[in-house]
């Protein structure tokens, strides 16, 4: 038996005239910037997100870095990230001058440990990126109430978590703005690289759009340096296709995970924690295992398709090196660099793979 980590297909099956569809809308119509599609898109995902504004951008790295850029964070400012997160997190950071400030996670959810951002904050600081994981959302509370005590702006990193709920309310409204990324394979997925910005600031919102479209407020009249990212037409159409059934595919990932968690019954295995203001959509549904390797090694020698979220944490990472971190600076994201390992998640995986997953790691001796 195979089971793959990751397969678009049977998506791709059910949505397959919806998306070819949305290709031979924008291909009559032979506009392919800027048009009727980016701004249908942008006003639906910002209904769903429940927010006043959203900005189609090229991918999920710009959302985030455009949105820094129009709060007018740079060189000489700081910024709180988890140590335990997608090198985009940083990135996003770094591209505006600014430094990232790595903050350690919670062993338990993997996202950044709430007790630990104060003692990061000097007066430096300008912002708090918390990331929603592998679609688990952050313990938001504690977070908004250390940005108002030291007045810093929240930019979350939604990447991950499109749809994914904190106390009942949908991620990416919780600060002054949010990035996602429609990267295939996240939970929303464009068929190609695209992204967008949401937020409830008229201001920033301009400012955000004008910075991915050269700078300019208008054709030819360029107010800012800006950068060129925008989201296409054709992502956009293709978007347009899937939001309606973005609830409904979250929906069969927490089948998905719930099956994993009342099934793997491991003693070397630590399962996925989920706290009681979570309501997680399982981008990746990720195990710890201090065996970590090897259990990696026998389930892809049993044709189970498996990844790890991520091996190297970003103060490791060669390009950071400036940053003047080292090995043992955050043991917790270390930890987890070395004993995750991410199991085959989609929409579409039928209970079959599932339980072929749960029984081999059952099985494991
Ligand atoms: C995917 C991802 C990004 C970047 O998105 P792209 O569209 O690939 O640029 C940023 N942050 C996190 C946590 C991600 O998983």
Redesign the pocket.
Known sequence: MRVPFVSFLPMEKELDKDLRDAFERVYTNSWYIEGREDANFEKNFADYCGVDYCIGVG????A?MLALKALGIGEGDEVIVPAN??I??ALAVTYTGATPVLVEPDIRTFNIDTNRIVPAITEKTKAIMP?H?YGQPCDMEPIMEIAKKYNLYIVE?C??AHGAKYKGRLIGSFGEAA?F???PG?NLGALG?A?ATITNDETLAKKIRALGNYGSDYKYHHIYEGNNSRLDEMQAAFLSAKLPHLNRMNEERRRIAKRYIDGINHPDVIKPYVPNYAEPVWHIFGIRTDRRDELEQYLNEKGIGTNKHYPIPVHMQECYKNLGYKVGDFPIAEKIGMTELSLPMFYGMKNEDIDYVINSINEWK
């Open positions: 991918n999920g790295l710009d985030l997160t997608f985009a997190t990331v994981l990193d990447a991950q990035g990324s429609f990267y996240k690289d992204g």
